[in-house]
């Protein structure tokens, strides 16, 4: 059984521990059923009136930090099947005059996103819930609007890997493949003064977003090439520390929330790439390229590291996944 260290000084929700949860066939474990047998929201359950609620206690100043980069912040696209959207502004002269616009080639996780429990399969053929590629293709099963039509709201609590990891002369750089422990976790909340709650977003903020964006053309098509970037780090003890600790989500401002390049072979499945278990089997909401650097700069000004987040995903038919729409407040 692996270590886990918790956020907190006991178990943080009232669903089993990872490590009681039942083996999932293929390696880890499985949170599967827990919400019944055609749940498609995954652990966005615990977000509960109650803790939305309590989580609007935290507004105190009415500072807002939209979360959003820009459509078309990430040039070129980090993943080789995304483009860039087309805009094109229509303007229509006449007697009441205006302006409207279409885009085209618009890839909803090109930029900041959320994945839905649609995006990565366990293994192949079985999506989160025990649900088929034909499920999700026909039925909608696990889909973007399944979140879109409850709307996301709650409790977000802030870590600053890149200014934690940087304290006292570390060495630490946005653009390499750094792999985040769960000690490293620890120590960024340590030193936030935060606690976890039940239903909490994390967010990571690893400094990659801010890094790629100051770099020129050249360096950027280069990054696209030979992509590296940090995230947290594919193992079992990560997965049991998020679930143990009441995560819902996890959004980072780094391409794929954990550490990159994954491992695929056949000996790290299925952790060597996370997306398998904290999608397929654990039900959880995986945000990435959000921007951070504002709220974070604000969390290290008055030191507080939590904050009410509000998140309106595209409610899409059948969507695979979506631009946030994410706003956290102070």
Known sequence: M???????????????????????????????????????????????????????????????????????????????DRGLPRQRVLYRPGPVEDFDDVYDNFYPQASSQWDSLAHVAYAPGIFYNGASAEDVLTGGRNTIDHWARRGIAGRAV??????????????????????????????????????????????????????????????????????KAPGVAHSEDMARYLWDNGIIAIAADTFAVEVWPPDFSEEAFPFGFLHRILIGQLGMALGELWSLDALATDCANDGVYECFLTSAPLNARGGIGSPPNALAIK
Not at 180 to 197: I, N, T, W
Request: proline share 5%; glycine share 10%.
């Open 2 to 80: 692996g270590k886990t260290v918790e956020g907190d000084a006991k178990h943080n929700h009232d669903l089993p521990r990872y490590d009681e949860l039942p083996a999932a066939d293929l390696g880890g474990r499985s949170g599967w059923r827990l919400f019944g047998p055609n749940d498609s929201v995954g652990l966005m359950h615990l977000q509960t009136p109650e803790r939305v609620l309590a989580a609007t206690k935290l507004v105190r100043r009415g500072a807002v930090f939209p979360l959003d980069a820009a459509l078309d912040a990430v040039d070129p696209a980090l993943d080789v």
């Open 158 to 227: 802030l870590l600053d890997l890149e200014r934690t990891l940087r304290t006292n002369g570390g060495s630490y750089v946005p653009e390499g493949s750094t792999a985040f422990s769960v000690e490293d976790l620890e120590r960024a909340r340590q030193h936030a003064g935060v606690s976890y709650s039940t239903g909490c977003i994390l967010l990571l903020r690893t400094g990659f977003l801010g890094w790629y964006g100051t770099q020129p053309y050249a360096v950027r098509r280069r990054t696209a090439q030979r992509l």
